[in-house]
Structures are given as C-alpha cells and as structure tokens.
C-alpha cells in the first residue's frame, strides 16, 4: 500500500516565521477521556479530485496519550511544490488497544473544510475532539472513516486501497467497508462472488473447525454445512456464519420447525449466546448463555453438561474444564501429561498437538497414554475420557440428602510411609459440575494438588443436577522403583449422603 510521502513532520518549536506551513492544534476535555486511552492520532490525507476520498500521508501521527498533553500542536511543512500537493483532510482522534489488539475510538474530530499549504505562510488549524463515531481502519489504524453528515461518507484512506482492509479497491465487494475484504472473483468454487463472506482456495480454522470456504455462502442450510466439515450435532453452537447473513444461529428453519435459537424474553442474549461479526474469515463470538428465555436476565440451573462451545450450558459461571491429553516423548515412560484448554470466551479448543500443554507431570505407561491420545475425537463431547474409552472406576456421589456419612465421605489414597507423595487432579479442582480436590489433614480446604501421601478425594457438587464426568487423578510415590499411579473416576450423582463416594470398582484396592 502506497502513502504520498509530501509533507514533514515538525514539532511547532522548530517552525520559522519565513518558512510555509500549517500548526495543527488538537484540543479535547482531559476529564472526558477514559484512563485506558492508549494513543493520540492525526491523520493527514491529501486530496482526490473529484471525490471525498484523500490518501493517506506520511506527515501524519501517532503519539502515546500518556506523552502528550491538551491542547496538542504540531507543525506541517511541505516536502515539495505547493500546488502540487493540493488540499489537505486534516483529522484527529484519541483511540484505545494498541496491535494486534482491535483499536477503538474514544474521541475524534476533523478540520472544517479542506486546507490548502499558502506559499510562505505559516497557518493555524484547531480540532476539537467530541465522542464522534469514526473507524479506525487498516492494520495500525492509519486510516479514517467517518460521515460529516452534508458531505457524506469521507474516507482517509490507501491510494488503491481506500478502506485499508486489504483487498483493492477494484477488486474489493464493498470498497468503503473494512470489515468486508471480500473479493469479486470468488475461488472458492461455491459460484459466489460478491455476498460471499468466506472465500479462498484452501480451508481455514473458524471458531476450532477446520472449515471448506466452499461450504460457506448465502442460503446454506445447516445439516449441510455440518455434513460437509464433519461437525457433529453434539455441538449445539457453531458460532459460524455460513449462511452469510451477518448473524449465527439465525437460519430459516425447515417447514414445521420453531425458530432457530430465539430470544423470546427480549434480553439480548439468546441460548447460543450473543455475536460479534467480520466478514471473511468470519466467526461469531460467543457471549454467557441465556438460561431462561421464560424471564429476562435469569440464569437457573438447567443440568445441561458444559462442553467446550462458548456457551455457560448449565448456568453456574464455570467454565469448560480442561481435558487430560499426552504427549508422546518416546520410549517406555515417554508419554506425558497434558492438558487442552477451552478459550470459554469464544467456544474453541486447539486440536493441534501443541495445544496438548504439558501439566508439569513425568511420565505414564503407554497403557494410560493410548486413551488420552484418542481423546481428540472426543474434545466437544459433554463427557470427553468417557467418550476416549478409558478403563475407570464409576463413584457414586451423594447430592441428595444429608447426615453422617461415615468413612464413604472419604477414598484413602496408597502412598510409601517417609518418602513423601505428589497427587494431583488433572485439569484443577473444578471438573464440570464437581469440585474435586484432596484433604490431608482434617479441617484443611480441598486442594487440587497435595504432598501427603495418604490424603482423603474429596468430591463435592457444585449444582443440585451434576452431569457425570470423567476425571484423571495421578500420584507419585518418589521412589525410582515405583511408576507413577493414574486412575480415571466418573463421578455420577447418587441419592446417598451429601459428598459420599461409593466406587465400582474400588479405585484403590484396602
């Protein structure tokens, strides 16, 4: 992209009275400017006959808003013939996020008119920044747009590229629109050009799925797209715009259907979540779920086993648990620990092997290796090691009534009297709709790691309707001789006391 590098830069200090030039001052109310403000910007564009649309500058600027002060000036001189640069759009605006963070606008304001250099003339310019709606466009936010209500829509832009979205202009289906960079010659073979609001010869990753831009376009129906990219109907929130309508979830149902995902309490917010959308590339970010569409703003537990899709399913305001995963090292005891997290924010999970994070633990035996590395197809399923298969002792937990428990209350762990223990629950204490964590002395709190070697498991439900879940808990004795314990528990919801634990089969033999 190409700026028109016709002007210099100067602090009002270095400015002589003989020489041309114009001192730009920026004024704005300190007290109205929130304390994130990260920038202050100027954008110079030169003139487009005919048009108002102006190109970028090189005599623009941007200055950190802890470094300047109100009012603001600095000095513009001509880099060359006077009448050859023309008339200048001088704008200015303080802006907060700094790249690859998006770049909001805080205050703006523009120059009246168009301003011409005078030939040996200093002038003075003032601009007044006001909460106004502009866009900050491009990659460091050098470009500006923003309607000046008589004019119409002004655009300080690239030369070929005036809405720095990086598609040009010629090619580009909406040219004054940096959220749409689509172009008008589709390749994605959908037979779609313009409308088109993904496209590109080869797949691209949306929201965690691996998605075929041909699968992608106005009037796509949702069985479809989900045939097509092997997503399973487990996934109630895809989170994706394939029908190119600038929102998800808002499919035409088929005949005979209610309507997809409504917001029937007026709230705002529906099941799947609220959106924030961009063109190509798209996705859908995926806000706190409603739970009662009966009654605005209520959130009651529905019982809905939480997976890793952006959504809070059950309504508890926990998120998605980490999934135990391995990592092949080689060798005999070459399989470490690791787990997968879920971005809860936006409903993805990495199915790369590095998004496999090593939970700090040695190493197990390829017996327990092999089910956790079969959990990649088992990432979005409600109850992932269960889905994997693994062999597993299933702990009746008590939620339902209350009174003495006894010894179920606790499930002794096995350890080596002076040498010491490590014990951990994989992926934390908190594990989808349970707390789970070891006691070594009473009256302590839970925690999800310990050092004692015979501690209490001590589980406890975290809602009155607790899906069942699969949990990886791991010790070492600290003994070369001793290999490293691993034992997968599904915690299910029984009618005994409150916090009992009763296994089938035990999982650790008195």
């Not at 001088?90 to 770049?103: E, F, M, N, S, Y």
Request: net charge negative; glycine share 12%; proline share 9%.
């Amino acid at each position: 992209m190409t700026r028109t590098p016709w002007l210099a830069l100067a602090l009002v200090a270095g400015a002589c009275a003989s020489e041309t030039g114009i001192i730009v001052e920026v004024q704005w109310t300190e007290g109205d400017i929130p304390a994130d403000a990260d920038r202050l910007r100027i954008y110079v564009g030169t003139g487009v006959a005919g048009e108002q649309r102006f190109v970028v500058n090189d005599g623009g600027l941007v200055r950190p808003y802890a470094e300047v002060h109100e009012p603001f000036r600095y000095f513009l001189r001509p880099d060359g013939d006077v009448a050859e640069i023309g008339a200048l759009k001088l704008a200015a605006a303080i802006t907060r996020g700094v790249p690859p963070d998006a770049i909001e606008p805080i205050a703006f304001g523009v120059a009246g008119g168009e301003v011409p250099f005078i030939d040996g003339q200093i002038g003075l310019v003032k601009i007044n920044l006001f909460a106004f709606p502009y866009t900050p466009a491009g990659p460091d936010g050098e470009c500006a747009l923003f309607d000046v209500g008589s004019i119409g829509e002004v655009v300080i832009g690239q030369a070929d590229d005036g809405d720095c979205d990086g598609t040009p202009d010629a090619v580009d289906c909406a040219p004054l629109d940096p959220a749409d960079a689509s172009m008008a010659s589709g390749v994605d073979s959908d037979g779609i050009d313009c409308g088109d609001c993904l496209d590109g010869a080869d797949p691209v990753m949306l929201n965690g799925w691996r998605i075929d831009p041909g699968s992608v376009f106005p009037g796509q129906r949702e069985d479809d797209f989900r045939a097509a990219n092997n997503i399973p109907t487990s996934v109630a929130c895809l989170h994706i715009d394939f029908d190119c309508s600038g929102a998800c979830g808002d499919e035409v149902p088929h005949i005979g259907e209610p309507p997809r995902d409504p917001d029937l309490d007026t709230s705002g917010a529906t099941v799947c979540g609220s959106t924030a959308l961009r063109q190509d590339k798209l996705t859908c970010a995926a806000r706190p779920s409603d739970c009662d569409e009966e009654m605005a703003g209520q959130t009651p537990i529905t019982g809905e086993a939480e997976i890793c899709d952006g959504r809070d399913a059950n309504c508890d305001g926990r998120p998605a648990p980490p999934i135990p995963c391995a990592i092949d090292r080689g060798g005999a005891l070459g399989c470490n620990i690791g787990t997968r997290m879920c971005d809860d924010a936006s409903g993805r999970i990495s199915p790369e092997p590095s998004g496999c994070v090593d939970a700090g633990f040695p190493h197990l035996f390829s017996a327990e290796c092999a089910p956790l590395q079969a959990t990649l197809q088992c990432l979005f399923d409600p109850d992932p090691l269960a889905c994997a298969g693994v062999d597993r002792s299933t702990c009746d937990v008590g939620v339902a009534e209350t009174g003495p428990c006894a010894d179920l209350e606790k499930l002794r762990m096995p350890g080596v009297p002076g040498t010491g223990c490590d014990w951990r629950v994989v992926g934390g204490a908190v594990q989808g709709d349970w707390n789970v964590g070891f006691v070594g002395m009473p009256g302590t709190a839970p925690s999800a790691t310990t050092d004692q070697c015979g501690p209490a498991l001590v589980v406890a439900p975290a809602n009155a309707d607790p899906q069942p879940r699969t949990i990886m808990i791991v010790g070492d004795a600290r003994t070369p001789l001793t290999p490293i314990v691993a034992r997968f528990i599904t915690l299910k919801a029984d009618d005994v006391c409150d916090g009992a634990l009763s296994c089938n089969p035990l999982v650790f033999l008195p």
